[in-house]
C-alpha cells in the first residue's frame, strides 16, 4: 500500500506565514476557481484516479460510472478492481492518458501527488487535464469535496458528504472535550525499518482529535525512523500497530527483547484491529476510522449517553 508518498517525510516550513483563515479561504478560493475553468459538461467528464482516498471519494459521491481508470493501488470500493490500471500511485503514464483523450475528450487525471515533478509539465505539454492537490489533512479532504462536486454537477452529494464528516467530526470533538485525561500514543507505521509518526503527519491530526496526545510530538519531522530503544525510552500509554491489508504488522517489534517491557503490551493497550486504510488513507471511511480509533483508547467516552 502507498499513501502519503509512501510514508516519506514531508518538508515543513518554519517562516510565519499567512493565518489559518486566510489559508482556508484561499484555497477554497483556489477549488472554486479551478472547478470553473475545466471545461468539460458535467456528462462529459471521465476520471482517472491515482490515489485510494480520491478513488474512493470518487464512488462516494455517484461518480462511480464517470471513472474509466486507477492506480495499481486504488482498491476500494470491490467495483474499481476492474477497470484497467493507468499507473502506479501518483505515477502516471503519459502516453496512455494521451491515448484515452481522443478517446474521452472530458478526461480528467486526479491525484493527490504526481512523480516525477517533471510529470506535470508533459501532461500540459500533450494537454491532458488534470488535478494535482493534496489530500493529507482533514481540510484537504473537503477541499476536494468540493472541486468534484462542482466539476461534476455533484454539489448536492457533495454537501452531504461535508455534512456526514461534519457530524462524525462534532462527535468526536465532543467526546475529547470531556476526557478527564489524555494518553501519551505512539504511532508505528512500518517495523521493517521502524517508523513512527511525528508532529504535522496525518496521524498526529488523528491523534489531536480524538483526544490524544502524540508521544513523538517532538520529533524533527513528520514521518521519522526510529529503534526499538527509542520506543521504549519513551515508553507510551498506548501503541497504535496497525492490521496492513489484513497481515499482522507488529511481527519483528513483537520478536525484539524490549517487546515485554513496553508498558503498553505490560497493559494489553495496543492498538492492532484497525485496518490501515481506514486510519492512513484521507478518504469517505477515514471519519469512521477516527471514531473506532477514539473507541479503542477511551472505550469508556462512549458509555453513559456520550457515544453512539
Known amino acids: 500500500m502507498q499513501s502519503e508518498a509512501d510514508l516519506s517525510a514531508r518538508r515543513r516550513f518554519s517562516f510565519r506565514g499567512p493565518t489559518p483563515l486566510v489559508k482556508r479561504f484561499c ?30 471519494l470518487v464512488w462516494a459521491l455517484g461518480l462511480g460510472d464517470r471513472m474509466i481508470a486507477r492506480s495499481s493501488v486504488c482498491d476500494w470500493p470491490e467495483e474499481v478492481r476492474r477497470l484497467p490500471v493507468a499507473g502506479d500511485y501518483a505515477k502516471a503514464n503519459p502516453e496512455w492518458l494521451a ?19 517533471e510529470t506535470e509539465k508533459v501532461l500540459t505539454a500533450l494537454q491532458i487535464p488534470f ?61 521493517e525499518p521502524l517508523v513512527a509518526a511525528g508532529p504535522g503527519s496525518l496521524p498526529d491530526t488523528i491523534l489531536r482529535e ?39 504488522s507488529a511481527g519483528p517489534l513483537e520478536g525484539h527483547p524490549v517487546w515485554g517491557l513496553l508498558r503498553a503490551n505490560r497493559t494489553g493497550q495496543v492498538v492492532r484491529d484497525i485496518p490501515e486504510d481506514e486510519l492512513f488513507r484521507p478518504g469517505p471511511r477515514l471519519f469512521e476510522g477516527m471514531e473506532k480509533l477514539q473507541k479503542a483508547l477511551y472505550p469508556e467516552a462512549f458509555t453513559g449517553g456520550q457515544g453512539k
Open 210 to 248: 480524538t483526544g490524544a496526545v502524540n508521544a513523538a510530538a517532538d520529533a524533527k519531522a513528520p514521518y521519522f525512523r526510529t529503534s526499538a530503544e527509542w520506543i521504549l525510552k519513551t515508553d507510551p500509554d498506548v501503541l497504535i500497530l496497525l492490521n496492513r491489508h489484513g497481515s499482522d
Open 99 to 117: 491515448a484515452r483523450k481522443r478517446q474521452y475528450p472530458g478526461l480528467l487525471l486526479v491525484t493527490d501527488e504526481l512523480y516525477p515533478p
Open 27 to 56: 484555497a477554497f478560493l483556489l477549488v472554486f476557481l479551478s472547478g470553473l475553468l475545466f471545461a468539460a459538461e458535467p456528462g462529459e467528464l471521465r476520471i482517472v484516479s491515482l490515489s485510494p482516498g480520491l478513488t474512493e
Open 131 to 191: 488535478r494535482n492537490m493534496p489530500c493529507r489533512t482533514i481540510a484537504d479532504y473537503k477541499n476536494w469535496v468540493w472541486y468534484l462536486g462542482n466539476i461534476s454537477d455533484r454539489t448536492e452529494p457533495a454537501k452531504r458528504e461535508l455534512e456526514r464528516v461534519g457530524t462524525i467530526l462534532n462527535g468526536i470533538r465532543t467526546r475529547a472535550g470531556k476526557l478527564p485525561e489524555r494518553k501519551r500514543v505512539l504511532w508505528i507505521l512500518a517495523t
